[in-house]
């Protein structure tokens, strides 16, 4: 292989192994018409360059590399089912473009319709505004919002070498973006410490918002501008945090008395991310032990006005916390 015609046969060979990749995942089992998004967005046109660890660092892949072999692992290395750092400033990472098995279970469970007006914050690489565009059939449908302008305009350009054009927006999605309200869907691609009340206020009553929320990700249905309430998925998610959002602090104290066994466990250390400001972590083992470790689809939130609370099982029922 030796020129870019040949890179673009590498990709569509690669792109097609990731879309059955996916396809034996079971994540379109629910809305096979993702297969065809997936199939048809070319991921590469979305990380020109992105970054995988070595020993010592990172190294730095990119499709305009001078030999033919580095641009060959870039291709490949673009369609792995793999989470992809897409930019980095001083050791941190700021932007990624995350695991596509992941995105399409995200994007199914968003159970979006013909029609819907979509709002997805955090724009990364403009690589899942791309899929919800051709998904819609209508580019003026999606809005994705960065608070990063370097991001955005990254994002515009990689859309606009796809074929896309969705509106992208410079600014704080923790805002949302008002002046194209209201949505159907509202997506989150990051992780926050809370559910905004400007998303609910934004959303349509029977509208969808999907967030990633203490390690796990939530959905909820908006009842009306001031109320939402869902569970979570039984999906563990680790997403990059939305810039400017407050960041979750630092691990509560109290650990001594839980025993090692509940400290190491996923479950458990969800269960305390989640109950930050409601439970200390000996209430939080306790809880934890009396209900045999219960999995993060037990688990909701309910979103009043200002108001927010987390709960396991029902949210009227015994367990329930403020949720800070």
Do not use: K
């Amino acid at each position: 292989m030796g020129g870019y015609e040949d890179l673009d046969r590498l990709a569509a060979a690669a792109r097609a192994e990731l879309v059955r990749e996916i396809e034996l995942s079971g994540a379109w089992t629910a809305d096979p018409v993702w297969r065809e998004a997936f199939a048809a967005v070319p991921r590469h046109l979305f990380v020109p360059y992105y970054y995988v660890g070595v020993r010592g660092g990172y190294e730095r892949r990119w499709g305009e590399h001078p030999d033919r072999e580095a641009r060959e692992r870039w291709v490949r290395g673009a369609y792995a089912d793999a989470p992809l750092a897409t930019r980095m400033r001083d050791g941190e990472l700021l932007s990624s473009s995350s695991q596509p098995s992941l995105m399409a279970m995200m994007l199914v469970e968003l159970d979006v319709r013909d029609g819907d007006r979509v709002l997805e914050i955090g724009a990364g690489t403009g690589y899942n505004a791309a899929l919800l565009a051709h998904r819609l059939r209508d580019d003026d449908l999606v809005t994705t919002v960065d608070l990063d302008p370097e991001i955005t305009e990254s994002a515009r350009r990689h859309l606009d070498a796809a074929g896309h054009h969705p509106v992208v927006v410079t600014g704080d999605g923790a805002r949302g973006v008002p002046e194209r309200a209201p949505y159907d869907r509202i997506l989150a691609t990051c992780a926050l410490p809370s559910v905004p009340t400007a998303w609910p206020a934004q959303c349509r009553p029977g509208g969808r918002i999907l967030t990633p929320l203490a390690t796990g990700l939530l959905v909820l249905t908006v009842r009306d501008a001031g109320y939402a309430e869902g569970r979570f998925l039984p999906t563990p998610a680790f997403f990059v945090p939305l810039r400017g959002a407050d960041r979750p602090g630092p691990e509560l104290p109290g650990l001594g008395g839980v025993p090692r066994r509940a400290r190491e466990n996923d479950l458990f250390r969800f269960l305390l991310a989640l109950s930050r400001g409601g439970l200390d972590p000996q209430e939080a083992y306790a809880l934890w032990e009396r209900e045999n470790a219960p999995r993060r689809e037990r688990y909701g939130i309910t979103v009043s006005g200002e108001r927010s609370w987390a709960w396991l099982d029902d949210p009227d029922g015994p367990y329930a916390w403020p949720f800070a």
